[in-house]
């Protein structure tokens, strides 16, 4: 019998790279030009396969499975977010294809990262850097570059998963006045070891929270959310922080919100489009701090991702239950 077959669209972490390179039990097709694979690449090396092992610049669409063939029998991402595969095309074409995802072993790379960027947007590190370097530092004024702290505000989660509890109980250590979130489920769990309270509506959620914190899935609901509308809903000189996913946020509406209020910064890891364009407006603005999706980006963090996304991989291939699959 032939060996099942693998695609792998990047070189991986070293230690997970080499278990899978050298898995006698299967072929491995690798991608190994730098980069991401070229979409019209992807469609040709995945045809045959029986798993691939992707990364969230894949994007899994109706073309791609039917370009990959009936035999595929997974597909693992080395991401926790997996809004790059369209469900609905699984659903509709391959209802017994295997997706594998990462979670948990992200989780407190993220949590840090995020915690991070607040206490960088919140203190004013970018203006701070440019002026450091710029020549422009002047005598101490008492006044200068004065921030916001996190003790004592009113800090929201939209989205409280995994990734949003672990922040909320880094930031419970810097003795916010209360903590909120807004999720389609509630979590009593966490609410009882946070002290976090549920807000019902949106409009509630966004008029009490002096930090908001985005840790939500990107899906068709979420998509676009923060808008002109909703960003008229925070308030004054609040603080808008996104770890999640960019397509969440409208970009221009942001800027928007920055420049005239009511919004007084903002943090975001994530944008939309990735990379975001050099030229883009909100880079201009010096309350907008803007890092390239490094939320996961620890070697630990990212060994073990690579190493739960191979063994997704080799468990679909060889008909096992996925350690970390999706259930739709
Ligand atoms: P998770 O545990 O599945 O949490 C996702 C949360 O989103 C859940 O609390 C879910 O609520 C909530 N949600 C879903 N629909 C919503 C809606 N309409 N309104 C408000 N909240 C909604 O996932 P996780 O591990 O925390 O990861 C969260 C996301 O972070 C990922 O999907 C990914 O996009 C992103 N991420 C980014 C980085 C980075 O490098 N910046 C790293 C890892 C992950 P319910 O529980 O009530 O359904
Ligand atoms: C990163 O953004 C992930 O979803 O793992």
């Given at each position: 019998m032939?060996?099942?077959r693998i695609l792998?669209t990047r070189?991986?972490?070293p230690r997970?790279h080499?278990?899978i390179?050298?898995?006698s039990r299967?072929s491995?097709v690798?991608?190994?030009e730098?980069g991401?694979i070229?979409p019209?690449?992807?469609?040709?090396m995945i045809?045959?396969?029986d798993g691939?092992?992707?990364l969230?610049?894949?994007?899994?669409?109706?073309?791609?499975l039917?370009?990959?063939?009936?035999?595929?029998k997974v597909?693992?991402?080395?991401?926790?977010?997996y809004?790059?595969?369209s469900?609905?095309?699984?659903?509709?074409?391959?209802?017994?294809?295997k997706?594998g995802?990462?979670?948990?072993?992200?989780t407190?790379?993220t949590?840090?990262?995020t915690?991070?960027?607040?206490l960088?947007?919140a203190?004013?590190?970018?203006?701070s850097?440019d002026?450091a370097?710029?020549?422009?530092?002047?005598?101490?004024?008492?006044?200068?570059?004065?921030?916001?702290q996190?003790?004592g505000k009113?800090i929201?989660f939209f989205?409280?998963?995994?990734i949003g509890?672990a922040v909320a109980?880094?930031?419970?250590?810097?003795s916010?006045?209360r903590?909120?979130?807004?999720?389609?489920?509630?979590k009593?769990?966490a609410?009882?070891s946070?002290?976090?309270?549920r807000?019902?509506?949106?409009?509630?959620?966004?008029?009490a929270?002096?930090?908001v914190?985005?840790?939500c899935?990107?899906t068709g609901?979420?998509?676009?959310i923060?808008?002109a509308k909703?960003?008229?809903?925070?308030?004054p000189?609040?603080?808008?922080?996104n770890?999640?996913?960019?397509?969440?946020?409208?970009?221009?509406d942001?800027?928007?919100?920055?420049?005239s209020?009511?919004?007084?910064?903002a943090g975001l890891d994530?944008?939309?489009?990735?990379?975001f364009?050099?030229?883009?407006p909100l880079?201009t603005?010096p309350?907008?701090l803007?890092l390239?999706?490094?939320g996961?980006a620890?070697?630990?963090?990212?060994e073990?991702?690579?190493?739960?996304a191979?063994?997704?991989?080799?468990a679909?291939?060889?008909g096992?239950?996925l350690?970390?699959?999706?259930h739709?």
């Open positions: 032939s060996k099942p792998l070189t991986l972490t997970a080499s278990r390179v050298n898995d299967i491995l690798h991608w190994s730098p991401a070229p019209e690449k992807f469609r040709e045809k045959g396969v691939a092992i992707v969230l610049t894949e994007k899994i669409n109706a073309d791609v039917q370009a990959a063939g009936p035999q595929l597909i693992s991402t080395v991401s926790v977010g809004d790059h595969i469900v609905p095309d699984v659903k509709r074409l391959r209802p017994d294809l997706i995802i990462t979670p948990d072993v992200l407190d790379a949590a840090e990262l915690v991070g960027l607040l960088a947007t203190r004013r590190f970018k203006e850097l002026i370097k710029s020549g422009k530092w002047g005598d101490w004024n008492p006044q200068f570059l004065m921030g916001t996190i003790s009113s929201g989205g409280f998963g995994r509890q109980h880094r930031l419970k250590g810097f916010p006045s903590m909120t979130y807004f999720s389609p489920s509630p009593p769990d609410e009882k946070l002290g976090a309270f807000e019902s509506s949106i409009e509630q959620f966004l008029g929270s002096d930090i914190i985005v840790t899935k990107l609901e979420t998509r676009g923060f808008n909703s960003f008229g809903l925070m308030r000189g609040s603080i808008f922080i770890t999640a996913r960019g397509g969440i946020v409208n970009h221009m942001l800027f928007r919100a920055l420049e209020g009511p919004l007084g910064s994530v944008t939309d489009p990735e990379p364009p050099a030229d883009h880079l603005r309350n907008c803007i390239p999706h490094i996961s620890t070697l630990e963090t990212r073990a991702m690579a190493d739960l191979v063994s997704n991989c080799l679909g291939v060889f096992e239950e350690p970390a699959p999706v739709f």
